[in-house]
């Protein structure tokens, strides 16, 4: 190995890439979310806390022994919420706006414990007809648990840039 010519070569410089432009959504295309996020009891408690939701499902472990499940549930607004967040990098990172969300079905109970993987399609793509550098992406995202059961699905509209029209290109 020649030391020398390695040192006279200039540094590269290469910045991290997170999210996708317009032109990088592809009919058909599924992002598969990674990693996975295991939701404790403490997660639960917090978002059930922090929401006002005191439904003794999600903080009585007494009273949730006694229902059909046996024990806690995870509050769904806590699962979706984590699914969610967990498309950003695939999906929204570079997004101008959320433009909403339909259909969420809620497929299976989520327990302390469970720990949920998701998946993205997308759906359709299409330009904006009154903003040119920007158009609609909707995606149908999934989630499962780490036995392969669905437990989510929901389909987003979120509102991207085109290439070198995003914020700090």
Known sequence: ??????QAQPARR?????????????????????????????DNIHFSLLTMNSHPMHCDTAY??????????????LSLAIVLGM????????AIANLGWKDIKLTA??????TLYAE???????ESRSRPTQGIVTTRTRSFKQDGTLVMEFIRMSLIPRRGHGVGD
């Open 109 to 114: 109970p989520v327990f302390c414990g469970d």
């Open 64 to 77: 949730a022994a006694k229902s059909e499940f046996g024990q806690l549930l995870v509050n769904s607004g």
């Open 87 to 94: 498309t950003v990098n695939d999906v929204s990172a570079k």
């Open 1 to 6: 190995m020649d030391v020398k010519r390695e």
């Open 120 to 126: 993205s399609e997308v759906l359709e793509k299409r």
């Open 14 to 42: 290469i910045r991290a890439s997170y999210g996708r432009y317009l032109e990088d959504f592809q009919i058909g295309d599924i992002y598969e979310h990674r990693p996975g996020r295991t939701i404790t009891e403490t």
